[in-house]
T-cell receptor, first 111, second 118 residues
């Protein structure tokens, strides 16, 4: 089992819709969780991080964490074509200071 | 404030050649990391460092070496390049060992170095 799993996509949504990106992780003791956005040919950039169960909102983005189910998600409301990118889920395991990344989900927002 | 600077941006190597990817950060970060990203894949950790003089292996260290003589610099050495090392390499840094709870304490990435081994 991979440590951090994401559906590779592509996930296609129409402009203005809600995009839902999902991630599961294997280390039950993981402490903190991150969503990065990566445009083609660019480096990852942080969108949000979350460490408590529940929801965390920042503008059009909402991160959701369920530690019991070992599941973290990212919702993007009012999706825009500029949101088209690869979204990487990253998890900080219980031991160590090394983020573990998922393979990423490709999101395509169609106008 | 330049952040994390990587050089070169692009490089083509022949099989068996060696080279060094340079990484410099000007944020006085203690922790530095080297990742590689293959097409359609996430980032895999090669090596990391928790401070000057201290380095440790990540998930995929074979074929690479690192050193950390200063806080600012964390070069990645490729010895005897192989086609399997064709990838995009990212250097990243952060302030300290905790991943919580400040946005200032998350990874800052360099722009990446695209390496092709033929």
């Amino acid at each position: 089992q991979k440590e951090v799993e994401q559906n590779s996509g592509p996930l296609s949504v129409p402009e203005g819709a809600i995009a839902s990106l999902n991630c599961t992780y294997s280390d039950r003791g993981s402490q903190s969780f991150f969503w990065y956005r990566q445009y083609s040919g660019k480096s990852p950039e942080l969108i949000m991080f979350i460490y408590s169960n529940g929801d965390k909102e920042d503008g059009r983005f909402t991160a959701q964490l369920n530690k019991a189910s070992q599941y973290v998600s990212l919702l993007i409301r009012d999706s825009q074509p500029s949101d088209s990118a690869t979204y990487l889920c990253a998890v900080n395991p219980q031991y160590g200071n090394k983020l573990v990344f998922g393979a990423g989900t490709i999101l395509r927002v169609k106008s | 404030n330049a952040g994390v600077t990587q050089t070169p941006k692009f490089r083509i190597l022949k099989i068996g050649q060696s080279m060094t990817l340079q990484c410099t950060q000007d944020m006085n970060h203690n922790y530095m990391y080297w990742y590689r990203q293959d097409p359609g894949m996430g980032l895999k950790l090669i090596y990391y460092s928790v401070g000057a003089g201290i380095t440790d292996k990540g998930e995929v260290p074979n074929g690479y070496n690192v050193s950390r003589s200063t806080t600012e610099d964390f070069p990645l050495r490729l010895e005897l390049a192989a086609p399997s090392q064709t990838s995009v390499y990212f250097c990243a840094s952060k302030n300290d060992g905790t991943y919580v709870l400040s946005v200032a304490n998350v990874l800052t990435f360099g722009a990446g170095s695209r390496l092709t081994v033929l």
